[in-house]
Protein backbone atom coordinates (compact mmCIF):
# COMPACT_ATOMS: atom_id res chain seq x y z
CA UNK A 1 0.00 0.00 0.00
CA UNK A 2 1.10 3.53 -0.59
CA UNK A 3 3.16 5.15 2.54
CA UNK A 4 4.69 8.57 2.71
CA UNK A 5 6.53 8.92 5.52
CA UNK A 6 8.11 12.48 6.60
CA UNK A 7 11.12 13.13 8.29
CA UNK A 8 13.71 16.33 9.23
CA UNK A 9 11.43 18.37 11.37
CA UNK A 10 12.61 19.71 14.95
CA UNK A 11 13.53 22.37 16.95
CA UNK A 12 15.36 25.33 15.34
CA UNK A 13 15.74 28.98 16.51
CA UNK A 14 14.79 32.25 14.23
CA UNK A 15 16.30 32.71 11.12
CA UNK A 16 17.48 29.00 11.08
CA UNK A 17 16.88 26.32 8.42
CA UNK A 18 15.35 22.88 7.88
CA UNK A 19 15.39 20.21 5.27
CA UNK A 20 12.20 18.10 5.29
CA UNK A 21 12.09 15.01 3.57
CA UNK A 22 8.84 12.77 2.37
CA UNK A 23 9.96 9.03 1.66
CA UNK A 24 7.07 7.25 -0.83
CA UNK A 25 6.46 3.98 -0.79
CA UNK A 26 4.20 1.55 -2.56
CA UNK A 27 3.45 3.66 -5.90
CA UNK A 28 5.18 4.58 -9.20
CA UNK A 29 6.20 7.95 -7.27
CA UNK A 30 7.44 9.25 -10.79
CA UNK A 31 3.68 9.81 -12.27
CA UNK A 32 2.40 11.90 -9.23
CA UNK A 33 2.27 15.15 -8.03
CA UNK A 34 2.99 15.91 -4.59
CA UNK A 35 2.49 18.93 -2.21
CA UNK A 36 3.41 19.92 1.39
CA UNK A 37 0.98 21.33 3.80
CA UNK A 38 1.15 22.14 7.65
CA UNK A 39 -1.29 22.91 10.33
CA UNK A 40 -0.38 24.74 13.33
CA UNK A 41 -2.85 24.32 16.75
CA UNK A 42 -5.81 25.62 16.55
CA UNK A 43 -5.40 26.28 13.11
CA UNK A 44 -6.46 24.55 9.81
CA UNK A 45 -4.35 22.96 7.68
CA UNK A 46 -2.68 25.19 4.97
CA UNK A 47 -1.23 24.89 1.53
CA UNK A 48 2.77 25.49 1.48
CA UNK A 49 4.18 24.19 -1.63
CA UNK A 50 3.71 21.66 -4.40
CA UNK A 51 5.27 19.66 -7.60
CA UNK A 52 4.39 18.62 -10.39
CA UNK A 53 5.13 14.48 -11.23
CA UNK A 54 8.53 15.44 -13.67
CA UNK A 55 9.26 18.63 -11.49
CA UNK A 56 9.05 21.01 -13.82
CA UNK A 57 6.56 23.52 -12.08
CA UNK A 58 6.57 24.47 -8.30
CA UNK A 59 3.76 26.38 -6.45
CA UNK A 60 4.99 28.30 -3.65
CA UNK A 61 2.09 29.71 -0.74
CA UNK A 62 3.15 33.54 -0.49
CA UNK A 63 4.03 33.31 3.33
CA UNK A 64 7.14 30.78 2.38
CA UNK A 65 7.94 32.12 -0.93
CA UNK A 66 11.27 33.55 -1.12
CA UNK A 67 12.40 31.14 1.93
CA UNK A 68 10.96 27.54 0.48
CA UNK A 69 11.86 25.16 -1.98
CA UNK A 70 10.47 21.98 -2.76
CA UNK A 71 12.27 19.56 -5.74
CA UNK A 72 11.83 15.91 -5.98
CA UNK A 73 13.92 12.87 -6.64
CA UNK A 74 11.88 10.70 -8.91
CA UNK A 75 15.20 7.67 -8.48
CA UNK A 76 15.20 7.84 -5.02
CA UNK A 77 10.96 8.23 -4.11
CA UNK A 78 11.95 11.35 -2.14
CA UNK A 79 10.60 14.77 -2.32
CA UNK A 80 12.07 17.37 -0.03
CA UNK A 81 11.45 21.42 1.21
CA UNK A 82 14.22 23.48 1.84
CA UNK A 83 12.75 25.64 4.28
CA UNK A 84 15.46 29.09 5.37
CA UNK A 85 14.78 31.97 7.19
CA UNK A 86 12.77 30.35 9.31
CA UNK A 87 10.28 32.39 11.55
CA UNK A 88 8.03 31.08 14.88
CA UNK A 89 5.13 31.20 12.57
CA UNK A 90 6.48 28.70 10.44
CA UNK A 91 5.71 26.07 13.12
CA UNK A 92 3.41 23.61 12.63
CA UNK A 93 3.36 19.94 11.64
CA UNK A 94 4.43 19.54 8.02
CA UNK A 95 2.56 17.03 6.21
CA UNK A 96 3.45 15.60 2.72
CA UNK A 97 0.49 14.48 0.33
CA UNK A 98 0.48 12.92 -2.86
CA UNK A 99 -2.25 13.15 -5.96
CA UNK A 100 -3.17 9.96 -6.43
CA UNK A 101 -5.91 10.72 -8.93
CA UNK A 102 -5.34 12.94 -10.82
CA UNK A 103 -7.58 15.70 -9.46
CA UNK A 104 -8.16 18.62 -11.29
CA UNK A 105 -8.80 20.69 -8.21
CA UNK A 106 -6.06 23.31 -7.45
CA UNK A 107 -2.53 22.38 -6.31
CA UNK A 108 -3.29 24.69 -3.68
CA UNK A 109 -6.08 23.19 -1.88
CA UNK A 110 -6.01 19.91 0.59
CA UNK A 111 -8.81 18.32 -1.44
CA UNK A 112 -6.51 17.43 -4.28
CA UNK A 113 -4.07 14.96 -2.24
CA UNK A 114 -5.86 12.12 -1.40
CA UNK A 115 -3.19 10.54 0.29
CA UNK A 116 -1.37 11.88 3.44
CA UNK A 117 1.58 11.02 5.51
CA UNK A 118 1.38 11.20 9.12
CA UNK A 119 3.83 14.39 9.70
CA UNK A 120 7.00 15.67 11.42
CA UNK A 121 6.95 18.67 13.39
CA UNK A 122 8.86 21.63 13.05
CA UNK A 123 9.27 23.88 15.82
CA UNK A 124 10.65 27.47 15.42
CA UNK A 125 11.87 29.52 18.25
CA UNK A 126 12.14 33.46 18.71
Known amino acids: QVQLVESGGGLVQAGGSLRLSCAAS????????MGWFRQAPGKEREFVAAITWSGGRTYYADSVKGRCTISRDNAKNTVNLQMNSLKPEDTAVYYC???????????????????WGQGTQVTVSS
Open 97 to 115: AVDLLYSSGSYYLAGKYDY
Open 26 to 33: GLTFSNYH
